[in-house]
């Protein structure tokens, strides 16, 4: 989850060779989907945002530090996030300072993702599987990965427009991911894997396209259905990851206008996205695929 967004290969619209992802959904003909993320526990997320996804029927995926909660007045309670949980929200860990993670000693690191999945459950939160870096810090560094899978199933790492459910839609140095094992043949860290699921950051386009709301909602539309070339016949091939933070009006660097972020919910809705939290993503140990459990 972060403010700023690093460089990612353009290879999915390149791909001429791109093999096709089968995510059987039975009974189901939807091939439109996303998954909606929440950093940093901001107050907004509470009041203003949830309610727009209560709306729609929406669920979403929110990444909290321990300790920004109960922080100040404008970050979420343990109150607030024991709503959102029991409403059916996706409650996941941030870590205990949202601190960058490299160039932490192993005990710093090891405290700030572990720990923080104890200070989770210590306030009521027993099934936290997946963990944020914070500004997407770590998605080229094996030690991070590593203490990362110590503690959680999956992890919240870096930055694409999609993340594919193979990790096979990108091509990087002229080579292509067949599956997502976390090493390849030769003990290096892929490029993405259940450590490493790239998001795709809505704050970039808030910032460099100055909250201009019609501007920015041409982007979002363009951005969650450019999975179409890959999704067909309700088969998920590829998934936007949206990231947001404040949902508020102070156009501040993390966050995104109201009524922007309403307009972009009714979208989704008015043209039949699944929206789908991070909880409902699974690996299968066997074909060492990302699919979706439902």
């Not at 490299?102 to 599987?129: D, P, V, W, Y």
């Not at 997946?130 to 991070?144: D, E, M």
């Not at 193979?166 to 290096?188: A, E, I, L, P």
């Amino acid at each position: 989850m972060a403010y700023s967004q690093l460089s990612y290969p353009s290879g999915q619209g390149q791909q001429k060779q791109h093999s096709r992802i089968i995510n059987s959904i039975s009974n189901k003909t939807n091939d439109k989907a996303v998954m909606i993320t929440f950093g940093d526990a901001w107050k907004s997320q509470f009041t203003t945002a949830k309610p727009i996804l209560d709306k729609y029927g929406f669920k979403a995926s929110f990444y909290i530090p321990c300790n920004f909660a109960g922080k100040n007045n404008l970050h979420m309670n343990w109150q607030d996030i024991s709503a959102l949980q029991r409403d059916g929200m996706d409650i996941e860990s941030k870590g205990m300072d949202d601190k960058i993670l490299t160039n932490m000693s192993s005990t710093r690191l090891n405290f700030e993702i572990g720990q923080s999945k104890q200070c989770l459950a210590s306030h009521g939160i027993n099934n936290a599987t997946v963990f944020a870096t914070p500004h997407g810090k770590g998605s080229n560094n094996a030690t991070i990965v590593n203490a990362i899978s110590k503690y959680y199933d999956f992890a919240i790492n870096g930055f694409s427009n999609l993340m594919f459910l193979h990790c096979n839609g990108w091509k990087q140095y002229f080579t292509v991911q067949n599956d997502c094992r976390t090493f390849d043949d030769n003990g290096k860290l892929t490029y993405a894997n259940r450590y490493v699921i790239r998001e795709w950051s809505h704050n970039v386009h808030d910032v460099g396209n100055l909250y201009n709301d019609s501007r920015i909602f041409q982007i979002f539309v363009k951005e969650v259905n450019s999975q179409t070339i890959y999704n067909k016949n309700g088969e998920i091939d590829a998934i936007p990851i949206l990231a947001y933070h404040s949902i508020d009006n102070r156009k501040t660097r993390g966050s995104t206008n109201i009524n922007e972020f309403a307009e972009e919910m009714k979208y989704l809705h008015s043209n039949g996205f699944r929206v789908i939290p991070i909880s409902d993503l699974g690996y299968d140990q066997n074909t060492k695929y990302l699919y979706l459990k439902k």
